[in-house]
Antibody
Framework: EVQLAESGGGLVQPGGSLRLSCVDFGFAFTSHWMHWVRQAPGKGLVWVSR????????SYADSVEGRFTVSRDNAKNTLYLQMHNLRAEDSAVYYCARESRFRGLAADVWGKGTTVTVSS | SSELTQPPSVSVSPGQTARITCSAD??????AYWYQQKPGQAPVLVIYKDTERPSGIPERFSGSTSGTTVTLTISRAQAEDEGDYYC???????????FGGGTKLSVL
């Protein structure tokens, strides 16, 4: 069954902006920290960002710090990633992932991803 | 921040044991985690807290640790185990996560 579903990906020009969304169809969104992880074509997984349950504690990879903003709307069970000043190297499949409550610092539920392509 | 180093590829014959290593450049204070990813699919957690296996993951998957190296072992490897495997950990505060570069496992 689908638990996390990302949307909002697409083609954007360098320097442009995009907002990704991730809806949690389960019943425990407000119990979990959440993450964004990306994967460029043919490359490995790269952690992007993390947000706490209340949405007031965030962290970012150095490569996106200052350009990306993670947020969440617990009333809508939705996680967001606002991306500005996009670069070609930001092109990737972006996954949202749920941080486990009982398995340490693991991402135990993942969405299927949404593809972002930055190109002119 | 910690860097995690994995071999790019590992190849075994069906029924053999595959071992995938993940080395940290600093002594880890956090546990390590392992994910399996098959082509076109999202990652799946196969080992957590160095050695624990989530429900639904076959018993042939196991994890171990020695110093700054953690190892994912797949006993009696099967064709269905082919895919990319990633180790993951976090900094001491758990704030910043990092993935290894990934290892492509071939069972042939």
């Amino acid at each position: 069954e689908v638990q996390l579903a990302e949307s909002g990906g697409g083609l954007v020009q360098p320097g442009g902006s995009l907002r990704l969304s991730c809806v949690d169809f389960g019943f425990a969104f407000t119990s979990h920290w959440m993450h964004w992880v990306r994967q460029a074509p043919g490359k490995g997984l790269v952690w992007v960002s993390r947000i706490n349950i209340d949405g007031n504690v965030t962290s970012y990879a150095d490569s996106v710090e200052g350009r990306f903003t993670v947020s969440r709307d617990n009333a809508k069970n939705t996680l967001y990633l606002q991306m500005h000043n996009l670069r070609a190297e930001d092109s990737a499949v972006y996954y949202c992932a749920r941080e486990s409550r009982f398995r340490g610092l693991a991402a135990d539920v993942w969405g299927k991803g949404t593809t972002v392509t930055v190109s002119s | 921040s910690s860097e995690l180093t994995q071999p790019p590829s590992v190849s075994v014959s069906p029924g053999q044991t595959a071992r995938i290593t993940c080395s940290a450049d600093t002594l880890p204070k956090q546990y390590a985690y392992w994910y399996q990813q098959k082509p076109g699919q999202a990652p799946v957690l196969v080992i957590y807290k160095d050695t624990e296996r989530p429900s639904g993951i076959p018993e042939r998957f196991s994890g171990s640790t020695s110093g700054t190296t953690v190892t994912l072992t797949i006993s009696r490897a099967q064709a269905e185990d082919e895919g990319d495997y990633y180790c993951q950990t976090a900094d001491n505060s758990g704030t910043y996560w990092v993935f290894g570069g990934g290892t492509k496992l071939s069972v042939l």
